[in-house]
């Protein structure tokens, strides 16, 4: 079946130091992907998209994913974490033209 | 432009009442769906539409129906409120069917307790 798995339901960084949330994609052929971010009581904001073009994928506020095709991955990064990137993050793929969300990952940073 | 937009923002319910979540887009987008976040399951589609007239079931459509009689609005209705149904309700819009790689766009949910 084709699904969105995110490893890890929590994540808890130091301020300053890096952000790395996992995200695997199970179909046969490499599907659309997505990162989207949802802050407390709010809806959900594109962080950035892959579509084929390149396999490094900036995005806002300084996130970046890279899609490997071999790994089935394409994992969020962001080099300095900041208090303001608390959060939820949500990776999602297109499988027949309808978005699939993975669970969720809740991104802590300590001061 | 307003974006999307949800209404009521909260809602509490009595088992086995109606009500109808208020979906509304001033984009001209053709794709509009509605999802249901529960804690650890991310997003599921609930139902969603290719267009003005034609709509399609998603992942949990259970318990729900949906109409899109024009392009901005996609009312979602509860027929017989569940403490199952007890989720945050979003609606998103896009602004081409059939293109995968378009970005979906959220309201800011609604947030419904059924009693």
């Known amino acids: 079946a084709q699904s969105v798995t995110q490893l890890g339901s929590h994540v808890s960084v130091s301020e300053g130091a890096l952000v790395l949330l996992r995200c695997n994609y199970s179909?046969?052929?490499?599907?659309?992907l997505f990162w989207y971010v949802q802050y407390p009581n709010q809806g959900l904001q594109l962080l950035l998209k892959?579509?084929?073009?390149?396999?490094l994928v900036k995005g806002i506020n300084g996130f970046e994913a890279e899609f490997k095709k071999s790994e089935t991955s394409f994992h969020l990064t962001k080099p300095s974490a900041h208090m303001s990137d608390a959060a939820e993050y949500f990776c999602?793929?297109?499988?027949?033209?309808?978005?699939?969300f993975g669970a969720g990952t809740i991104l802590r940073v300590k001061s | 432009n307003a974006g999307v937009t949800q209404t009521p923002k909260f809602q509490v319910l009595k088992t086995g009442q109606s009500m109808t979540l208020q979906c509304a887009q001033d984009?001209?987008?053709?794709?509009m769906s509605w999802y249901r976040q529960d804690p650890g399951m991310g997003l599921r589609l609930i139902h969603y539409?290719?267009?003005?007239?034609?709509?399609d079931q998603g992942e949990v459509p259970n318990g729900y129906n949906v109409s899109r009689s024009t392009t901005e609005d996609f009312p979602l209705r509860l027929l017989s409120a569940a403490p199952s149904q007890t989720s945050v309700y979003f609606c998103?819009?896009?602004?081409?069917?059939?293109?995968?790689?378009?970005?979906?766009?959220f309201g800011p949910g609604t947030r419904l307790t059924v009693l």
């Open positions: 998103a819009s896009s602004p081409h069917q059939g293109r995968p790689n378009n970005e979906q766009f």
């Open positions: 179909s046969s052929v490499p599907p659309y």
């Open positions: 892959y579509t084929s073009a390149a396999t």
């Open positions: 999602a793929a297109t499988f027949n033209n309808k978005l699939v």
């Open positions: 984009m001209n987008h053709e794709y």
């Open positions: 539409s290719v267009g003005a007239g034609i709509t």
